[in-house]
């Protein structure tokens, strides 16, 4: 090979190494612009989901208070509902006085086997408003662990433990922001992934896990 030849292949080959040069420096400073630009706009994703979750869980609480009132409203009515016979009562009583007194006694013995009749429905209707609600059962396997649990991992035993609850990981991570608007858990980012830790956990006591309340068998 001659030496103008082997100078012209020199050359060539050094303009390919200084483009080739020239497009990687080009190619890392793109791909590190785009990552940063990737990294604030995932920041700023997590941001308005935190937010998304937690005013989620503030309007539950609205609504969890309007029910609440509702119910009281609901039950003014039925609180007033046994005056009324009052009157009724009163002529009762003065029919009775004209009867026999056999006829006193067989009605007091009635009355009082009615009241005996009526008064096992009570406990168990009592017991069936007795469940507890998602937040409780969240709080209290929260506060089974001492270590810091993410929601996918409370999710899955609640699932476990209650398979008749919704163990959705959204509805429950719903739930832990609760228990955090309230004081009464806290939470934690470790890189991407969040953390909850029940808020009492180093108190004295920690509660025992609740169990869905069901009727007892007679």
Avoid: C
Wanted: a positive charge; glycine letters at 4%.
């Amino acid at each position: 090979m001659s030496d103008s030849a082997v100078t012209e292949f020199t050359s060539v080959q050094s303009q390919y190494e200084a483009q080739v040069a020239a497009d990687l420096e080009n190619n890392t400073a793109e791909r590190k612009r785009l990552r940063g630009e990737i990294e604030a706009l995932q920041a700023k994703l997590e941001t308005l989901e935190h937010d998304h979750t937690l005013l989620l869980g503030v309007q539950r609480v609205f609504a969890d208070g309007s029910g609440a009132v509702s119910a009281r409203s609901a039950k003014v009515p039925g609180a007033r509902a046994p005056q009324r016979p009052a009157k009724s009562s009163a002529g009762s009583a003065q029919r009775l006085s004209r009867t026999p007194a056999s006829s006193k006694t067989s009605s007091k013995t009635s009355a009082k086997a009615r009241t005996r009749a009526k008064a096992p429905a009570k406990p168990a209707t009592a017991a069936a408003g007795k469940q507890p609600s998602l937040a409780q059962l969240v709080s209290t396997l929260l506060a089974a662990h001492g270590e810091p649990r993410s929601a996918a991992e409370i999710s899955a035993e609640l699932a476990s433990d209650h398979p008749a609850r919704n163990s959705n990981i959204n509805v429950v991570r719903n739930a832990l922001e609760l228990l955090v608007a309230k004081s009464q858990a806290h939470r934690a980012k470790q890189k991407k992934s969040v953390f909850y830790t029940y808020a009492g956990r180093d108190e004295a006591a920690v509660p025992a896990p609740l169990a869905d309340a069901t009727p007892a068998a007679g």
